[in-house]
């Protein structure tokens, strides 16, 4: 057993295809078929199974060996790593997960900035739900990822932003008129949710104040939401941040008790993480890290690096 044939079971697990796996990796469809069958050969087990009808499927010590295997290969770039920076360069790959808030918001300056200094780092990004990025972060397909932050501690995590959310409404809804509201005062009230991270808080907060909560439509898309919201269909609850340059006939309005949407930096476990994974947590929390919460999660201190 080699790298390149855990490179390979990787690439064909992931893209379910020998032929597509073979294309990511400069080989042939049958070198393929013939690396991963000496592969099982020496292990002694079946690793995949094909199906006509459901194509390529991993058996159940497939799917397990697929997630080590993932962690073997990031102990070798992790070996890269180190002797590159011995050598006074700094190398590597970074797979991120976020959500779109953060894509947009958070993670351009933070590239930016760790290019400017190692621009032989590289990046692979991948945009999902909350949810998404957890099961990435479980199953190793992502070194770190950018998740809302909850009370459950299966990730190490840094908090990094705390974000008011404000009701938005069309000015002639019937709340356009209050100041400040109570989540009471929206019991009932015709909901638009974003998916995606904006989510969350919202389900938090309306079943710890034990009030009714009416969804009308859910979208993926901020944009959609406003332009739902400016229809007239209904009010949507968002980040401060997303609220610069409403339209005219839309108002933001407080809420009282204030809400927050938390955003953490996760990562499987910072003790294994690279040398580069270190240095994009270190920029994110040097650009926009806060100090701790109560109740958060196992906490990373500084002095990263």
């Known amino acids: 057993m080699n790298r390149a044939q855990l490179e390979l079971f990787v690439q064909v697990a992931e893209t379910g295809s020998f032929t597509r796996a073979g294309e990511k990796l400069n080989i042939t469809q049958p070198a393929v078929s013939r690396s991963i ?7 002694g087990v079946r690793l995949m199974i094909r199906d006509r009808r459901q194509g390529l499927m991993l058996t ?13 290969l990031k102990q070798f770039e992790q070996m890269e790593q180190l002797v590159a920076a011995e050598k006074g360069l700094e190398i590597g790959k970074i797979r991120i997960g976020s959500f779109p808030m953060t894509s947009t918001h958070l993670l351009p300056r933070v590239i930016r900035d760790i290019r400017e200094r190692y621009p032989g780092i590289e990046f692979d990004l991948r945009e999902g739900t909350v949810n998404d990025i957890r099961e990435w ?3 190793r397909e992502i070194d770190v990822g950018l998740i809302i932050a909850s009370e459950q501690g299966e990730f190490e995590s840094i908090p990094l932003l705390e974000e008011e959310m404000q009701l938005v409404c069309r000015d002639d809804h019937a709340l356009a008129s209050e100041t400040v509201l109570s ?9 638009i949710i974003c998916n995606g991270g904006y989510e969350v808080p919202i389900y938090d907060i309306f079943r710890r104040s034990k009030a009714g909560l009416n969804v009308s439509f859910t979208v993926h898309n901020v944009n959609a939401c406003l332009n739902m919201v400016q229809e007239g269909l209904g009010v949507a609850l968002l980040p ?24 953490d930096l996760a990562l499987p476990s910072f003790a294994e ?8 947590v270190e920029t994110v929390q040097r650009l926009y890290g806060r100090s701790g919460r109560s109740g958060s999660n196992n906490v990373i201190q500084n002095g990263l690096m």
Do not use: C, H, W
Request: proline share 3%.
């Open 183 to 191: 989540i009471r005062q929206l019991e009932g009230v015709a909901f």
């Open 137 to 139: 972060l479980d199953q």
């Open 273 to 280: 993480a690279s040398s580069a994974t270190k240095l994009f």
């Open 240 to 263: 401060t941040m997303l609220l610069a340059g409403l339209p005219a006939e839309l108002k933001a309005i407080k809420l009282e008790p204030k809400i927050y949407r938390e955003v």
């Open 60 to 72: 159940d010590i497939g799917s397990r060996l697929l997630v080590q295997s993932r962690v073997i």
């Open 37 to 43: 069958s000496a592969l099982e050969n020496e292990l």
